[in-house]
């Protein structure tokens, strides 16, 4: 019997770890090969972002579509933060995507200061954020101040990029949207929902961009996308 894809691109900025907890539910269903790149342009190694060009992500998408296309039965795209993008991207370009799953997508530029100003006040006045977050955050923030302008400048012209297959994209979705998001804009959600001509599910979930960190929300997370991948 043929296996089902599912195929998680993390956000850069990371190493991977926000999306190893859905991984390990997902790798459990035994009819799903689960496939988790462990590098995107732009994510952390070491202490820095390397440098990456919009023709670094596009070089990305092809090679991880010769997966796509390869023997499987259904194919889910499973996207995360910019990774969301990316997955955007691939479903708009092949009709071989039964589902896709877009959470805390990063669509339009972010507004970075407030990005940082939002980390930097959760960190010094939550009481809620646990020691795992805390550390994150710190470190996040660190790593993020280090990344030069022209790194941000790719940035924008890889999302400029992604602008033009939104209206493409014909597969079934559903959005995990982050209420508290010190990323992503109310009105990208609501771009992306407009954009895409098939159904789509609004998910909303009452956490920051870095939901999985949050143990208040991330096992419903997991469960929702889960169930969402078994509906007919």
Do not use: C
């Amino acid at each position: 019997m043929k296996k089902d894809l599912v195929l998680l691109i993390n956000g850069a900025g990371t190493n991977g770890a926000e999306l190893k907890s859905l991984y390990k539910q997902l790798a459990k269903n035994e009819k799903y090969f689960v496939y988790y790149p462990g590098f995107l342009p732009g994510g952390f190694v070491g202490e820095y972002f390397p440098k990456s060009t919009p023709v670094d992500f596009v070089e990305f998408i092809d090679e991880t579509m010769e997966l796509v296309n390869d023997d499987f039965d259904k194919v889910y795209l499973i996207g995360y933060s910019l990774g969301a993008s990316t997955a955007a991207i691939m479903a708009a370009r092949n009709e071989r995507i039964s589902k896709l799953v877009l959470i805390s997508p990063i669509i339009k530029n972010p507004n970075y200061r407030k990005f940082l100003n939002g980390l930097g006040h959760s960190v010094s006045y939550s009481k809620n954020l646990t020691r795992i977050q805390k550390i994150f955050f710190k470190e996040f923030i660190v790593r993020f101040m280090r990344v030069s302008k022209i790194h941000i400048w790719h940035l924008q012209m890889y999302l400029h990029y992604t602008k033009r297959y939104l209206k493409m994209i014909r597969t079934k979705t559903l959005i995990i949207e982050t209420l508290k998001d010190e990323m992503v804009k109310k009105k990208s959600i609501d771009l992306l929902v407009r954009s895409i001509d098939n159904e789509v599910i609004r998910h909303s979930v009452d956490s920051s961009h870095f939901l999985f960190f949050d143990r208040a929300v991330r096992n419903d997370v997991i469960t929702r996308i889960s169930s969402y991948l078994e509906e007919e």
